[in-house]
Nanobody, 122 residues
Framework: VQLQASGGGLVQAGGSLRLSCAASGRTVSRLVVAWFRQGPGKEREFVAAIKSYPSYADSVKGRFTISKDNAKNTVFLQMNSLKPEDTAVYYC???????????????????WGQGTQVTVSS
């Protein structure tokens, strides 16, 4: 499975961005696909994941929406009401055997895309 993340950029606080994670080699309908992020000087953290239904980190609930387009074999992360603390490199990841209790654990994912930088200015 190859994952291609895109859509990052520079945005002012309160703005929006939509990230895309295009998959090839496997259909996303059969995978758990997640977004993680790593801010400057911080450890990687879970943002959101989806297979049949979405799961979110508390820090992004109500602001971010993860969705899946099976026809395009792509997973999206719509990010609204962005805050400076959302600044990070965002990575998409996918796995076929990820269970519910492990969805926020990066070690559970088999495939990773390259990161896309999101910068939120205050």
């Amino acid at each position: 499975v190859q994952l291609q993340a895109s859509g990052g950029g520079l945005v002012q606080a309160g703005g929006s961005l939509r990230l895309s994670c295009a998959a090839s080699g496997r259909t996303v309908s059969r995978l758990v696909v997640a977004w993680f992020r790593q801010g400057p000087g911080k450890e990687r953290e879970f943002v959101a994941a989806i297979k049949s239904y979405p799961s979110y980190a508390d820090s992004v609930k109500g602001r971010f929406t993860i969705s899946k387009d099976n026809a395009k074999n792509t997973v999206f992360l719509q990010m609204n009401s962005l805050k400076p603390e959302d600044t990070a490199v965002y990575y998409c990841a996918a796995g076929s055997g990820v269970i519910l209790s492990s969805m926020s654990n990066g070690a559970a994912y088999d495939y990773w895309g390259q990161g896309t930088q999101v910068t939120v200015s205050s």
